[in-house]
């Protein structure tokens, strides 16, 4: 439980989250060819979330920060999703590997501490996809590793904090934007073993 006393007040309130989940995933692979590996796979899970909150007194005795003394009404939310992944590796030849990558994600909402009515009771998962697209090499008899690749994350429903006032927060999904967040790049990066105990290496980011 979560005891929170602001200072120069006599406002307190005991608060505790409960969070539930379950999950089922598994992956397969198969190689068409000795130089070729595909990759799927597949998870569910389901969530629950709920939240106790106990006002034991006012914040600043009065009744609009955060209603009357007693237990709160409970908001329980649940949450369920399947999300999958994919993935080709080719590999030409010993040190040379080539990928390419996709996969989804999904992050569950929960539940806000609804001090002041205007703070939203609770909050909707967000959801990202992600490609990647690499190669990877090694030399001189794997003293030497030179690597890149290039991504691309998006959100949907992306969940935030927002200060609802001065001293309390809550989260919230950004529905307001037009199009969904965004994210790309590429890094590069070498390594090298120039003695058994001196390793060297340098690598660049690019980022939108």
């Known amino acids: 439980r979560l005891r929170t006393l602001l200072p120069g007040s006599t406002g307190e309130r005991v608060a505790s989250v409960d969070r539930k989940s ?5 992956e397969l692979y198969f190689k068409p060819v000795d130089t070729v590996e595909l990759m799927g796979g597949v998870r569910w899970f389901d969530q629950e979330q709920d939240q106790y909150s106990n006002l034991i007194v006012p914040f600043l005795r009065s009744a609009i920060i955060g209603g009357p003394p007693g237990v709160q009404p409970s908001n329980p939310q649940s949450f369920d999703d399947v999300t999958f992944k994919g993935q080709i590796t080719w590999k030409p030849l010993e040190h040379v590997l080539a990928y390419a990558q996709y996969a989804e994600g999904f992050r569950s909402g929960g539940v806000n501490a609804q001090i002041t009515p205007n703070i939203p009771p609770s909050y909707e998962p967000d959801t990202a996809t992600s490609t990647e697209l690499g190669i990877k090499t090694n030399w001189m008899d794997r003293r030497l590793f030179a690597n890149i690749y290039f991504y691309e994350f998006v959100w949907q429903n992306l969940q935030m904090g927002a200060a609802f006032t001065g001293q309390f927060n809550g989260m919230v999904n950004c529905t307001e934007q037009k199009d969904p967040a965004k994210s790309n790049g590429w890094e590069a990066e070498i390594t090298y073993a120039a003695t058994e105990s ?9 980022m939108n």
């Not at 379950?22 to 598994?26: C, H, P, R, V």
């Open 198 to 206: 001196i390793t060297v290496g340098a690598n660049y980011t690019g």
């Open 22 to 26: 379950q999950a089922l995933f598994g």
